[in-house]
C-alpha cells in the first residue's frame, strides 16, 4: 500500500526551520481561506507542509467526492490514494517532484509570485471527475521552502490529465512540464482579443449567438469566426470548456 506522507512530501520542500514558525498566525489564514471560499464557486484548502497535513479544507461539494470538510481533513493525503485513480495518482507524483526542481531553481526573493497549476482525476460516486488544481505558496520560511500552502480546485477545460503549468503572476511567460522528456518548456500566455472577450464573457453569461452578434452590432457569422479563433487558440472543442479555460487562466 502507498504511503502518500512518504510519496509527497519529499527533501526537496522539507520544511527545516522550525523556529521561524509560528503557529499562532495559522487562523488568521484559516479565517482568509473561509472567507474566500464563500464567494467563490472553486473548493479551497491549506497545506501544511511541516505537519503534513490539511490545516482547512472548504465545504464545496467539488473536491469532497461525497465526504465532509473534516473528514478530508482527517484523511489528509490519503485523500490522494482513496479518491484518485492509480494513474493519476502517479501522475500526481511527478508533478510533485517535478514541481517543486523547478521552484527550487526560482530566487528565493520571487517564490511568492509562482503558482504551479494541473489536471487530474477524482472519483465521485463511482466516476472520474477532471479538475484542475492550483496551489500557491502561503508561508515561507526564510530558506525558500514552502511552510504553508492555498489550494484552488475547480472545473478542468482539458478532457485528459496532466498539462502542469508553472506562472508567474504579472509575467506572459509561463513554463510547461513536458512529460516525455521531463524537461520545462517556456510558453506565452495566449491572449484574447477585446472582441474575443466579449464574446467570450457574453457567451458566459448564456446569450446565444444571435443574440451576442445584435449586441455587438456584427453578423452571426462573424460571431462564429471569433468563437473558431477562440477554441483554437485556447485549445478546447465548445463554448463551454473555452469558457472554463479563460477563467481558469484569467482571460476573462
Not at 484559516?30 to 472548504?58: G, K, M
Not at 497549476?117 to 496551489?135: M, S
Not at 478542468?156 to 490529465?161: F, M
Request: glycine share 4%.
Amino acid at each position: 500500500m502507498p504511503n502518500p506522507i512518504k510519496e509527497f512530501f519529499i527533501e526537496d520542500n522539507a520544511v527545516k526551520l522550525e523556529s521561524e514558525l509560528d503557529y499562532g498566525v495559522v487562523d488568521h489564514y484559516i479565517r482568509s481561506a473561509e472567507a474566500f471560499s464563500r464567494l467563490t464557486y472553486q473548493s479551497v484548502y491549506i497545506i501544511d507542509y511541516y505537519r503534513r497535513n490539511f490545516l482547512y479544507v472548504s465545504p464545496n461539494s467539488l473536491f469532497l467526492c461525497g465526504r465532509k470538510p473534516e473528514e478530508i481533513i482527517k484523511m489528509g493525503y490519503s485523500f490522494y490514494s482513496d479518491c484518485v485513480p492509480e494513474e493519476d495518482h502517479k501522475l500526481l507524483i511527478e508533478n510533485n517532484k517535478s514541481g517543486f526542481a523547478f521552484y527550487n531553481t526560482i530566487p528565493v526573493e520571487e517564490r511568492r509570485d509562482w503558482y504551479i497549476q494541473y489536471d487530474f482525476r477524482i472519483i465521485r460516486d463511482g466516476k472520474p471527475v477532471l479538475i484542475n488544481h492550483k496551489l500557491t505558496p502561503l508561508a515561507l520560511t526564510s530558506d525558500g521552502r514552502i511552510w504553508l500552502a492555498l489550494c484552488v480546485v475547480s472545473v478542468a477545460a482539458h478532457t485528459d490529465s496532466g498539462h502542469v503549468e508553472m506562472h508567474k503572476i504579472g509575467s506572459p511567460d509561463y513554463f510547461a512540464y513536458n512529460y516525455t522528456t521531463r524537461r520545462w518548456v517556456r510558453k506565452s500566455v495566449k491572449q484574447l482579443t477585446d472582441a474575443e472577450c466579449q464574446v467570450i464573457t457574453l457567451s458566459s453569461q448564456g446569450y446565444t449567438m444571435a443574440e451576442i452578434a445584435d449586441k455587438m452590432c456584427l453578423s452571426a457569422d462573424t460571431i462564429k469566426k471569433y468563437r473558431k479563433q477562440i477554441f483554437e487558440m485556447l485549445e478546447v472543442r465548445n463554448i463551454s470548456e473555452a469558457i472554463v479555460a479563460a477563467t481558469n487562466n484569467k482571460l476573462i
